[in-house]
Nanobody, 123 residues
Framework: DVQLVESGGGLVQPGGSLRLSCAAS????????VAWFRQFPGKEHEGVAR????????YYADSVNGRFSASRDDAKNTLALEMNNLNPEDTAMYYC?????????????????WGQGTQVTVS
């Protein structure tokens, strides 16, 4: 089974940058779709970026496209999210997630492996 642990959240000023990391353990996740979600208070998880397995494409939500960059290193079982030009609307709890097989759509419901979340506050 895959376990995920995020790190790197914190407080940043508008226009600033943060890098989130996610370390996977328990299984090789090269065949997993991996993704970043965020959750605003009282709302469902919102997809931010997703990366297909085996060198597949990366997709971004419109709200972050051009500002955020997601990457994965299957040799190290890590996932990263580089966030630039942050604004207060990006304030949320951020989660990495994984599911076996290709990524399909933005719904969080197909993901069965989740990290504990890391808070990002832009103020």
């Amino acid at each position: 089974d895959v376990q995920l642990v995020e790190s790197g959240g914190g407080l940043v000023q508008p226009g600033g940058s943060l890098r989130l990391s996610c370390a996977a353990s328990g299984a090789s996740y090269s065949s997993y779709c991996v993704a970043w979600f965020r959750q605003f208070p009282g709302k469902e998880h919102e997809g931010v970026a997703r990366i297909n397995p085996d060198g597949g494409r990366t997709y971004y939500a419109d709200s972050v496209n051009g500002r955020f960059s997601a990457s994965r290193d299957d040799a190290k079982n890590t996932l990263a999210l580089e966030m630039n030009n942050l604004n207060p609307e990006d304030t949320a709890m951020y989660y990495c997630a994984a599911k076996w097989g290709p990524c399909v759509g933005w719904s969080h419901r197909g993901f069965n492996h989740w990290g504990q979340g890391t808070q990002v506050t832009v103020s």
